[in-house]
Nanobody, 128 residues
Framework: QVQLVESGGGLVQAGGSLRLSCAASGRTFSSYSMGWFRQAPGKEREFVAAISWSGGNTYYGDSVKGRFTISRDNAKNTVYLQMNSLKPEDTAVYYC?????????????????????WGQGTQVTVSS
């Protein structure tokens, strides 16, 4: 079983930046692809980004391409989400999640059902 803890959320003005972190513990972090999702009130959970277990491949949702960057540090068991040029529509609770299989292909990870363990989420609020 893996435990995921997100941090780094907060209140920021439009155009600003935040970096989210997701610390993992409990199993071999470096063997699993990871992802970030977000969920705004009254909306479905939305795919934000995914990264392969090696960190060599990254994938993004259309709404964040060119603004957000996912990365990971396997030595620190941590995955990051750098968010730049934030917009009010980025306001949501952001969750990190881990793949269900070791060495899985990150490009298939687009839906919440593709992931196993989830963190508790961190709130990001972007004011206009």
């Amino acid at each position: 079983q893996v435990q995921l803890v997100e941090s780094g959320g907060g209140l920021v003005q439009a155009g600003g930046s935040l970096r989210l972190s997701c610390a993992a513990s409990g199993r071999t972090f470096s063997s699993y692809s990871m992802g970030w999702f977000r969920q705004a009130p009254g909306k479905e959970r939305e795919f934000v980004a995914a990264i392969s277990w090696s960190g060599g491949n990254t994938y993004y949702g259309d709404s964040v391409k060119g603004r957000f960057t996912i990365s990971r540090d396997n030595a620190k068991n941590t995955v990051y989400l750098q968010m730049n040029s934030l917009k009010p529509e980025d306001t949501a609770v952001y969750y990190c999640a881990t793949d269900t299989v070791r060495y899985g292909l990150a490009r298939r990870l687009k839906n919440p059902a593709d992931f196993g363990s989830w963190g508790q989420g961190t709130q990001v609020t972007v004011s206009s």
